[in-house]
């Protein structure tokens, strides 16, 4: 079992930054891979961004590409996503999900049901 708890949402203006934070505990967070979510009202849940257990490979969303990244800090137990020149349409609910090794570059990254290991949630909301 792994347990994730996201933190770091908020209210902010368009174009400013956040950092969403994941703090795993349980079995080994390293041993994972790792991504971020998100939904907004009315829709489906949908990938922002990917990462391995290693961190030495990513995968975006094109809708985030270039204005957020994704990082972990496997020492700290802690997953990382920081979202710069945010935008009214980036405002939903982010989750973290961990999934077994392999599932990156597998290629599969995308898909939620991927992944066995959820947090709760975080509100972001941008404001025009």
């Known amino acids: 079992q792994v347990q994730l708890v996201e933190s770091g949402g908020g209210l902010v203006q368009a174009g400013d930054s956040l950092r969403l934070s994941c703090a795993a505990s349980?079995?080994?967070?390293?041993?994972?891979?790792m991504g971020w979510f998100r939904q907004a009202p009315g829709k489906e849940r949908e990938f922002v961004a990917a990462?391995?257990?290693?961190?030495?490979?990513?995968y975006y969303a094109s809708s985030v590409k270039g204005r957020f990244t994704i990082s972990r800090d496997n020492a700290e137990n802690t997953g990382y996503l920081q979202m710069n020149n945010l935008k009214p349409e980036d405002t939903a609910v982010y989750y973290c999900?961990?999934?077994?090794?392999?599932?990156?570059?597998?290629?599969?990254?995308?898909?939620?049901?991927?992944?066995?290991?959820w947090g709760q949630g975080t509100q972001v909301t941008v404001s025009s």
């Open positions: 999900a961990a999934a077994t090794p392999g599932t990156v570059f597998s290629g599969n990254y995308a898909y939620t049901g991927m992944y066995s290991y």
């Open positions: 349980g079995r080994t967070f390293s041993r994972y891979d």
């Open positions: 990462i391995d257990w290693s961190g030495g490979s990513t």
